[in-house]
């Protein structure tokens, strides 16, 4: 069984308007374990590649990564620095369309996938703990987008 105490103290320990904070209790967190899978990342591997499709959403335990997208006017490509404790690929648990930007490490990471499908047969499963993670990831999202809009930043 997947041991997430690392990644529980980094999510609860991380103090920013777009934190992931499902309730959960100890419980809780046993019975998503089996659903996420940890990776190592290596400094500059892409977690995520822009225009890729997958429904993939990681939270990261340690390390930084760097979210940026390609194209567009100069200067205008870095969108966030996440640090341990921080999520990224939400939108992929809500919809198929292509990936909107790049993730990659800028340091050595552990992050915790969770595949869309996983999260299906979690919703078939432990339907109260797949509510209550995709009401965190959905509340992740909409703190995203507010924060994007107040600066005027153009959803891609």
């Not at 500059?44 to 990564?65: A, C």
């Not at 939108?91 to 996938?113: I, K, Q, S």
Request: charged share 20%; hydrophobic share 45%; proline share 6%.
């Amino acid at each position: 069984m997947n041991n997430l105490e690392d990644l529980k103290q980094a999510l609860l320990t991380l103090n920013s308007e777009d934190a992931f904070r499902p309730r959960f209790n100890n419980d809780h967190w046993r019975m998503l374990a089996p659903y996420l899978t940890r990776q190592e990342v290596r400094a500059g591997e892409m977690l995520i590649k822009q225009g890729d499709r997958d429904r993939t959403m990681f939270l990261l335990e340690r390390g930084s990564l760097h979210v940026f997208v390609s194209g567009g006017p100069p200067g205008a490509s870095r969108i966030a620095i996440l640090r341990a404790g921080s999520v990224v690929g939400e939108p992929g648990l809500f919809h198929d369309g292509p990936r909107m930007a790049n993730v990659e490490a800028m340091m050595p990471c552990v992050v915790w996938a969770l595949l869309g499908q996983r999260l299906e047969e979690m919703v078939q499963r432990i339907p109260l703990v797949a509510y209550e993670f995709v009401r965190a990831a959905g509340t992740v999202m909409s703190a995203r987008m507010r924060a994007n809009m107040s600066r005027h930043v153009p959803l891609p």
